[in-house]
């Protein structure tokens, strides 16, 4: 990773969080991550994480360094790809001009949420359970599937990876996977809950499993980029802003996405 910039107090949950998501994807999918100079670039190829193949993530705070290195990254004909731009604002009018002149438009913002944990470490309720062998994991994604959701098989052995399933009437309804790649701090990657399961604090109860591991790993901080349906629970839970981040993509791509967010998938309460 490139020298922490400044003008972001917080940059090392930008760090933690690139480093989290991509060697998620690297195990499942055999994807790649490189540093260009002042960008970072996830590259998905053809993987089903995304309706686009490249993501670039500015690592400088000089904006025309970073579109510059974007023009200038080989990009195979007819791929696509989105920029995302950090920033400590919750909201950069500047950010919009200049990529509305190179021809991109504006997806959204959200925030990088943190938390620093406690040093007691919480019972986990027995419904919960963590994935460790692959009969137990599919017999999870046979409930989890119905929803779109799986617990990857390929994670479960790196040391890295933590899937956590709770159950109810003996049922796999949801989960939730954390990530230890980055020294220090976790990194929600996955929360997801049956739609018919919601508004019990099952996903809350998930995120205190992923919080209760954490700590006996030995991890201090926890990040997570929620999406707008699950920002209240983390709020509720203690997170807070750390910095924010813009999505942008270039006018003529219209496709529907699947996601909209650097590294994330869509994580529901």
């Known amino acids: 990773m490139t020298t922490a910039r400044k003008d972001i107090p917080n940059w090392w949950a930008v760090e933690a969080m690139i480093a989290s998501y991509n060697h998620v994807y690297q195990v499942v999918y055999g994807t790649r991550y490189e540093e260009a100079g002042p960008i970072g670039v996830s590259m998905y190829n053809d993987a089903p994480i995304a309706s686009f193949h490249y993501e670039f993530l500015a690592l400088s705070a000089d904006i025309h360094k970073v579109t510059d290195a974007v023009r200038a990254y080989p990009i195979p004909e007819g791929k696509k790809h989105i920029v995302n731009i950090f920033h400590t604002s919750p909201s950069d009018h500047s950010l919009k001009e200049h990529f509305s002149t190179m021809g991109h438009e504006f997806v959204r913002t959200g925030p990088i949420v943190g938390y620093d944990l406690p040093l007691q470490v919480s019972t986990i309720p027995l419904n919960i359970h963590k994935a460790t062998s692959i009969q137990q994991t599919e017999a999870a994604n046979n409930s989890l599937t119905t929803e779109g959701e799986r617990i990857h098989v390929q994670t479960l052995r790196d040391k890295h990876i933590h899937n956590f399933f709770i159950k109810d009437g003996g049922v796999a309804v949801g989960w939730v996977q954390l990530v230890t ?72 791509f219209r496709k529907t996405w699947l996601y909209d967010q650097p590294g994330v998938s869509h994580p529901l309460p």
Do not use: C, W
């Open 181 to 252: 790649k980055y020294r220090g701090v976790g990194y929600i990657n996955q929360l997801y809950v049956l739609e018919e399961y919601r508004q019990r604090r099952l996903a809350t109860t998930l995120v205190h499993a992923a919080h209760s591991e954490a700590i006996k790993l030995g991890v201090k901080k926890m990040i997570a980029i929620p999406s707008d349906m699950s920002l209240h629970l983390f709020r509720r839970m203690g997170y807070r802003p750390l910095l924010f981040f813009s999505v942008f993509r270039p006018k003529p």
